[in-house]
């Protein structure tokens, strides 16, 4: 009669998953996650309101979250491309040193990429009502992109490409430093659809593809002609015009 546990309940339970021990560490430890509120871990669900551990999304009208416990793991584990293997390894608890030096790391890296993704950390410990960060009442389309987790897990896969590809991290951050923080605003509205100051977030994998592949251009480019299969790939679904050109993009190929 036993149940599967689901990946949320596993990351707040497992103990022997070195990602799992270290998101949750990040809530008691770090100085920016462990304020109450930042990451969401339960949930509310139900007439007779049983509570259940958060999956990947932040709702509207939350006012503290950037993220939930689930998206933190994800992110994590994106991020640690580099760690000692033992992060890695199924059923086998990670040494105290490994986990201690894990957890440093990946805290440089993501204290890092808060501050190239738009500053969010800054703009959150100022702001004291998150969803005028995420949702601005009446102008949606200027809310922080960053502050959507689908957003925060495709610009790590991004950033974790980017660096496989031999493109030197600081190069990385200031590129994601020079795009528009806007969510209606290119590469985000890929993936989020503007109409009369609502946004809509587009879910589906095509569009989540399309990010990706936008990403991917702007970090590194690696060709021409991939620079003008991901803007095709963006004028196909969307029907419009993808705002930067192959000028534009072209110009990091020979930076990289």
């Known amino acids: 009669y036993a149940k599967s546990t689901k990946h949320s309940e596993n990351i707040a339970l497992e103990e022997d998953d070195g990602y799992a021990i270290l998101a949750r560490r990040f809530l008691e430890e770090h100085a920016f996650f ?7 871990v ?8 049983e509570i259940t551990l958060a999956s990947g999304s932040v709702p509207k009208s939350n006012t503290k979250a950037l993220t939930t416990l689930s998206t933190l793991y994800d992110l994590l584990k994106e991020l640690g491309f580099d760690l000692d293997p033992s992060m890695n390894e199924q059923g086998k608890r990670p040494t105290s040193a490994t986990l ?11 204290d890092e990429i808060m501050q190239a993704c738009g500053d969010i950390r800054t703009k959150l410990e100022a702001q004291p009502d998150a969803k005028l960060l995420r949702n601005p009442k009446d102008k949606e389309g200027e809310g ?4 959507r987790p689908m957003i925060q897990k495709a610009i790590m896969r991004a950033i974790n490409y980017s660096l496989s590809q031999g493109i030197d991290k600081s190069i990385i951050f200031d590129r994601l430093k020079v795009l528009d923080w806007e969510i209606s605003e ?6 989020a659809q503007t109409t009369e100051g609502r946004v809509k977030m587009l879910t589906g994998r095509d569009y989540v593809n399309v990010l990706d592949s936008l990403l991917r251009v702007h ?3 690696a060709s021409k ?15 419009l015009d993808y705002s930067v050109s192959d000028e534009m993009l072209q110009n990091n190929l020979a930076k990289t």
């Open 34 to 40: 462990k304020e109450k509120g930042r990451v969401i």
């Open 42 to 49: 339960f949930t509310k669900q139900g007439s007779d309101g």
């Open 100 to 110: 201690d030096e894990s957890y440093n790391i990946l805290t440089d890296r993501i």
């Open 144 to 147: 922080h992109p960053f502050m």
């Open 186 to 191: 290119s590469p985000w509205n890929s993936v």
């Open 219 to 221: 970090l590194c480019p």
């Open 225 to 239: 002609s991939e620079i003008k299969k991901a803007r095709k790939a963006y004028k196909d679904l969307r029907g």
